[in-house]
């Protein structure tokens, strides 16, 4: 076949997949939407929903516009006065290309995310709803839900990648929609993830402690802003997150592979990425329409089968792929690396994050001691989760490097199909992560509206079963987005010597252990600044969901409805305010290094905040899932349950977390992946332009 | 002057050091030794203090006899069984040389930590009963104990390298004494560190939580173990610790003079680092003697006063080293960056670990919203605090570099000699650190002899001056082992070359990357291992200390004497037990990676391990002292108070931090010398024998 027809089969995949995720959404959208009650709640969680999302990406097009013309702008046009006479060779189709290319990745993410959040808003008082008939109708709904999300994103991905290939057949430009899809991505996941922390932590803090009511009782001013939180920051923004990396490792792959082809290996390496990702589409597809669970059963159990089952269709596919292909082994070996790596990587997170082992254990069993006992076990474990993990990374990358080199393949291009076949079933792990919150919902609405004890009960199984799922794609997403870097950064190395630029990284260099040193420390900062936010703002808000209560006695009695509105206002508009500085560090950080202390040291910055970027997105991960679930071990009656000494200090400890695992964490890998992009991008004025 | 004389007048200077240590420990032992009851607590602490430390040290014998046996057989031996015949070449003076040195060095270290503490047992209670006098005879006592320390220990670390380098005139020789320094500095600085942490948790949560007795109220089971605590983690602990970095400074330093020597620089480019060491003693001694403070006045003022007092001398006393010696401006550059940036990066972290600054005011404050949210705004806080260090690092670094080379000194001598420059006044800014610790152990005293409310006021106000100095301390003692890492990390390639070995650190190789995350995960690993045997063990006493309560009645009504004895005994058995698996991590793990994946990939663990080691080092630091001072802040009265419920979250951010700023925090710059010594140690082999 030839390379085009490939690319056509690829295109064919994604439209199919957007096409199975529109029927799964319009299936979902014709079961009962429950009570009058029920429905109030929903309405509630929907437009708040749906608002935030509109004010976000509201300002995320201005920015994007923005970023669009200094991109058109900067690449594209001859600058004298800024840059001196002919230092830099311009070229408007690479400037006005990438604007646009980055604008539809923007857009084409936007509308992943957005799409995600739609089902997911209506998915859930279906959930809920249908909980009241058991768990396998209620399952099904919230499963199907997910695989909106999960199949209709890696669908736009692939739809977008491919046809903008096809138009251009210029590698470069695809980066273009990399950087949008990664820039939007990084404020949807941050901006949702601030939001929803603030939220959350909130309405617990006053509801909860203080005044001593139900988690999602309705009578708490915050409760509706809590549950916009998980759509917008869960789904949206999580959804954003691990698009924008599936993206980049495509991309990544493909730019590595024109590096192949000119070196004489042949064209269809370039669209050989494509192809892999094709394979695990219809590995997904495939794989998640055999998810189901009988009355009784296992919801966790079912959705990890379903994984396992994906990655050995995916690796079947693949060797077809391969070999029907006339491919080397050497480029089959780190595919199917990728994808096994991943799963481990996926299950030793489970490990450390579920109370069936001894981690969840001891936090739990500690907190006997109190609050701050329970911290430290917590943050030690969060800690010695990252080393598996880092190990597999190292495994997976090794595997890969050598695999391939042993065929002859630039080892590095393995490292690449390596991240690109740890994602590839993306469209199966998205789905039972999205599964997660809507589950979540679901119990928030049963809850707030009463559907009685059983329903409540099954709600609940269902929301447990999402927590090893989300575990285990947080494994995989943080896994790939590291191989995807280093990917990058290669990909940023080649980008400086077309453009004649020099590129020795060597760690003895001092300039280059600047750049390391100055990348190591943008996750921390990053972290610190998102986190910070969090408590700022939930200052804000705690003092808001107080007065509501002191100033109306009918809101605690249940008489007067409580002002939602204002408190979602509140989180909103704290939220889109701490998003400016965080986007400034991840785009003007690396331009400033890369200009003053000359692209060596901007390689050994984006060096620098893989590192600690892999390690804190791991360790915030795993420590805020730990601390949740040993709340939650507690809460199921052991060691005293509800209302004993160790829960009160457990629910400190998964307060502590809840910033880790949902604000800052899953921020990380798309910062590094958006600091490798911008380098990637801004490499041919970088190449001329430096102090040092 | 022939560089014989420079060596014997360092060698003097070190000596003299010594002498007026001494002369200050006899005038410490002359001042009133306080009533029956005062004597009889600090009679219990230093016998317990003798004891645990007789118990390590005996343990570190063990491991220093056995580790000096294994380098004397591994490289000075021919060992055709283990390594092939012929494959390595052997040198029986490098192996025991190298073996002898490491005991040397070994016991060196443990003479200076137990020097620290044995005047710190005796100067804590003549403080107390000072304090009854007035503020200016106690602080003198407390302050002139601390100098015993500095200045001793400098003392007999220049003795330990002049010595050695003047009989054998082998700079690689003199690494066996730096690896045998940071040996013992790691295990006595961990061990320390784990035994006060087990004990001060334990006693707090136990007394002033669940029983609400005071803090050191002589009832409380686990009181004399607290006080232990302070004097074996912080004192002897820490003094080992800043010894070891100092060594490790001075030897790197020298070891690159070599590979200037060898590009036909003057020979006394390699004592020349010794001659600087010799300037800041000088400058410590006279700025030591300096401090006063008068009725009424800030002890911590006197304290900053000292510190850039000897800093400035030290500047000048360097010019005439330089200029009088005939030596380049190029190397005048590093040695006063150095000192000043070490300043700066000790202020900076004053900054954000004083009260008088916003980062403690809104942890502070942000306690009203309960425990939670005090502990993420302090993490925060404490991560973003690494960022003004690192910079820090990185300017004195890039100054140091390119104001050698302007000169056309090697670049990377000149960062050595920023570290040796940083550290040189190590004499001033272990006194005003050690003064920490004693002044904090005569509050207790105070308060469990009940010397009355004016005494203990006194001993407070002392005791707060302390955390500055603490502060600044770490953050030099941080900011300096991270300079000195590099220079040895450069150490290490040159004993690779030299061993015929080839050294590219590229990061684009997977095996350096390996390397990389792998030293990256390194520092995080070795934090968790060592808080998790703090929570487990202090669970452990918390079992034993509320068994003495609840089964002897008399021991909370005053009547009976508690069982003091079973609690040291609890927390040195566990702290020692616990140093097995960071004792292998730091030994075991640099040369695993070196024989498997080659010197290039260990020298990429190294520098992995830098970064990491240095941004955790500074966070726990940092986040530890801001947590304890947020909580002091509010005991002294700000915001409700002492039981007020800002306070009570604010002790539980204070016990979470605890283990960050005393256990793992402080051990990871030691850990990270130790890991560059061992490489460099066994470079020789490591060049000739690996699998990959």
Same mark, same amino acid.
């Given at each position: 076949?030839?390379?085009?027809?490939?690319?056509?089969?690829?295109?064919?995949?994604?439209?199919?997949?957007?096409?199975?995720?529109?029927?799964?959404?319009?299936?979902?959208?014709?079961?009962?939407?429950?009570?009058?009650?029920?429905?109030?709640?929903?309405?509630?969680?929907?437009?708040?929903?749906?608002?935030?999302?509109?004010?976000?990406?509201?300002?995320?097009?201005?920015?994007?516009?923005?970023?669009?013309?200094?991109?058109?702008?900067?690449?594209?046009?001859?600058?004298?006065?800024?840059?001196?006479?002919?230092?830099?060779?311009?070229?408007?189709?690479?400037?006005?290309?990438?604007?646009?290319?980055?604008?539809?990745?923007?857009?084409?993410?936007?509308?992943?995310?957005?799409?995600?959040?739609?089902?997911?808003?209506?998915?859930?008082?279906?959930?809920?709803?249908?909980?009241?008939?058991?768990?396998?109708?209620?399952?099904?709904?919230?499963?199907?839900?997910?695989?909106?999300?999960?199949?209709?994103?890696?669908?736009?991905?692939?739809?977008?990648?491919?046809?903008?290939?096809?138009?251009?057949?210029?590698?470069?430009?695809?980066?273009?929609?990399?950087?949008?899809?990664?820039?939007?991505?990084?404020?949807?996941?941050?901006?949702?993830?601030?939001?929803?922390?603030?939220?959350?932590?909130?309405?617990?803090?006053?509801?909860?402690?203080?005044?001593?009511?139900?988690?999602?009782?309705?009578?708490?001013?915050?409760?509706?802003?809590?549950?916009?939180?998980?759509?917008?920051?869960?789904?949206?923004?999580?959804?954003?997150?691990?698009?924008?990396?599936?993206?980049?490792?495509?991309?990544?792959?493909?730019?590595?592979?024109?590096?192949?082809?000119?070196?004489?290996?042949?064209?269809?390496?370039?669209?050989?990425?494509?192809?892999?990702?094709?394979?695990?589409?219809?590995?997904?597809?495939?794989?998640?329409?055999?998810?189901?669970?009988?009355?009784?059963?296992?919801?966790?159990?079912?959705?990890?089968?379903?994984?396992?089952?994906?990655?050995?269709?995916?690796?079947?596919?693949?060797?077809?792929?391969?070999?029907?292909?006339?491919?080397?082994?050497?480029?089959?070996?780190?595919?199917?690396?990728?994808?096994?790596?991943?799963?481990?990587?996926?299950?030793?997170?489970?490990?450390?994050?579920?109370?069936?082992?001894?981690?969840?254990?001891?936090?739990?069993?500690?907190?006997?001691?109190?609050?701050?006992?329970?911290?430290?076990?917590?943050?030690?474990?969060?800690?010695?989760?990252?080393?598996?993990?880092?190990?597999?990374?190292?495994?997976?990358?090794?595997?890969?490097?050598?695999?391939?080199?042993?065929?002859?393949?630039?080892?590095?291009?393995?490292?690449?199909?390596?991240?690109?076949?740890?994602?590839?079933?993306?469209?199966?792990?998205?789905?039972?992560?999205?599964?997660?919150?809507?589950?979540?919902?679901?119990?928030?609405?049963?809850?707030?509206?009463?559907?009685?004890?059983?329903?409540?009960?099954?709600?609940?199984?269902?929301?447990?079963?999402?927590?090893?799922?989300?575990?285990?794609?947080?494994?995989?997403?943080?896994? +790939?987005?590291?191989?995807? *870097? /280093?990917? =990058?950064?290669?990909?940023?190395?080649?980008?400086?010597? $077309?453009? &004649? #630029?020099? %590129?020795?990284?060597?760690?003895?260099?001092?300039?280059?252990?600047?750049?390391?040193?100055?990348?190591?420390?943008?996750?921390?900062?990053?972290?610190?600044?998102?986190?910070?936010?969090?408590?700022?703002?939930?200052?804000?808000?705690?003092?808001?969901?107080?007065?509501?209560?002191?100033?109306?006695?009918?809101?605690?009695?249940?008489?007067?409805?409580?002002?939602?509105?204002?408190?979602?206002?509140?989180?909103?508009?704290?939220?889109?305010?701490?998003?400016?500085?965080? +986007?400034?560090?991840?785009? *003007? /950080?690396? =331009?400033?290094?890369?200009?003053?202390?000359?692209?060596? $040291?901007? &390689? #050994?910055? %984006?060096?620098?905040?893989?590192?600690?970027?892999?390690?804190?997105?791991?360790?915030?991960?795993?420590?805020?899932?730990?601390?949740?679930?040993?709340?939650?071990?507690?809460?199921?009656?052991?060691?005293?349950?509800?209302?004993?000494?160790?829960?009160?200090?457990?629910?400190?400890?998964?307060?502590?977390?809840?910033?880790?695992?949902?604000?800052?964490?899953?921020?990380?890998?798309?910062?590094?992946?958006?600091?490798?992009?911008?380098?990637?991008?801004?490499?041919?004025?970088?190449?001329?332009?430096? *102090?040092?």
């Amino acid at each position: 076949m030839s390379d085009t027809l490939w690319i056509v089969v690829a295109l064919g995949l994604g439209v199919a997949s957007i096409g199975v995720a529109l029927l799964k959404f319009a299936w979902v959208m014709r079961q009962p939407a429950g009570d009058t009650s029920s429905q109030r709640v929903a309405r509630h969680i929907r437009r708040s929903a749906t608002q935030f999302l509109g004010y976000l990406y509201l300002s995320l097009a201005g920015v994007a516009a923005g970023m669009g013309v200094l991109l058109a702008v900067l690449l594209g046009f001859d600058l004298p006065l800024l840059f001196g006479e002919g230092v830099v060779s311009y070229d408007v189709t690479a400037g006005i290309g990438t604007a646009i290319t980055f604008i539809v990745g923007a857009l084409f993410a936007g509308v992943a995310g957005y799409m995600g959040m739609a089902v997911a808003v209506n998915a859930n008082v279906r959930t809920a709803t249908a909980a009241r008939d058991g768990l396998t109708p209620s399952f099904r709904i919230a499963f199907n839900g997910g695989s909106v999300m999960g199949l209709g994103m890696i669908g736009i991905a692939i739809v977008g990648i491919s046809a903008i290939y096809l138009l251009t057949e210029n590698a470069s430009l695809v980066l273009g929609f990399s950087f949008g899809a990664s820039a939007l991505a990084l404020l949807a996941k941050a901006g949702g993830g601030i939001y929803t922390k603030i939220a959350d932590i909130s309405a617990d803090l006053v509801g909860k402690v203080e005044f001593g009511i139900a988690e999602d009782d309705a009578r708490n001013p915050g409760s509706i802003a809590d549950n916009v939180g998980d759509n917008v920051g869960d789904i949206a923004g999580m959804g954003a997150d691990i698009y924008d990396s599936y993206v980049a490792s495509v991309v990544a792959a493909m730019l590595l592979g024109v590096a192949l082809v000119t070196r004489g290996f042949d064209d269809r390496y370039i669209v050989f990425p494509l192809m892999v990702s094709a394979a695990g589409i219809l590995a997904s597809i495939i794989g998640s329409q055999l998810v189901r669970v009988r009355e009784g059963g296992d919801p966790g159990r079912a959705l990890n089968l379903g994984t396992i089952f994906t990655c050995l269709l995916f690796a079947g596919f693949v060797a077809v792929v391969v070999f029907g292909g006339g491919f080397t082994f050497g480029v089959y070996i780190p595919a199917v690396a990728g994808v096994l790596i991943g799963l481990l990587i996926g299950y030793t997170t489970n490990f450390f994050t579920s109370d069936l082992y001894a981690p969840v254990r001891a936090v739990a069993k500690y907190s006997k001691s109190g609050s701050a006992i329970n911290i430290i076990t917590g943050f030690s474990y969060g800690l010695l989760s990252v080393v598996p993990s880092v190990v597999g990374i190292v495994v997976a990358m090794l595997v890969a490097y050598f695999g391939a080199e042993a065929y002859e393949i630039d080892g590095i291009y393995g490292v690449a199909i390596a991240a690109v076949g740890m994602l590839s079933i993306t469209g199966m792990i998205v789905s039972a992560d999205a599964y997660g919150p809507i589950a979540d919902n679901a119990k928030g609405i049963a809850e707030m509206s009463d559907l009685g004890e059983e329903t409540i009960a099954n709600a609940d199984a269902l929301d447990s079963a999402g927590n090893t799922a989300a575990a285990v794609a947080k494994g995989f997403a943080i896994g +790939a987005a590291a191989l995807t *870097v /280093l990917s =990058l950064f290669h990909a940023y190395g080649e980008e400086i010597r $077309a453009a &004649g #630029g020099q %590129l020795t990284i060597t760690i003895r260099d001092p300039l280059v252990l600047s750049g390391l040193f100055l990348g190591a420390i943008t996750p921390p900062l990053f972290s610190a600044i998102t986190m910070l936010a969090v408590t700022r703002n939930a200052y804000t808000m705690i003092g808001e969901i107080r007065r509501q209560f002191n100033e109306k006695p009918g809101v605690l009695e249940g008489t007067e409805t409580p002002d939602y509105e204002r408190c979602v206002r509140i989180a909103s508009r704290d939220a889109l305010k701490a998003l400016i500085v965080p +986007a400034l560090i991840s785009v *003007v /950080l690396p =331009l400033l290094v890369g200009f003053i202390l000359g692209p060596s $040291a901007l &390689g #050994g910055f %984006l060096g620098g905040s893989i590192f600690t970027g892999v390690i804190f997105a791991l360790f915030m991960a795993n420590g805020g899932g730990l601390w949740d679930n040993a709340k939650k071990w507690i809460e199921a009656g052991n060691l005293g349950g509800k209302g004993s000494d160790e829960h009160k200090a457990s629910v400190v400890g998964d307060t502590v977390g809840d910033p880790f695992k949902d604000t800052a964490g899953p921020s990380l890998n798309t910062l590094i992946t958006v600091m490798s992009l911008v380098s990637s991008v801004f490499a041919p004025l970088i190449a001329v332009m430096h *102090v040092f």
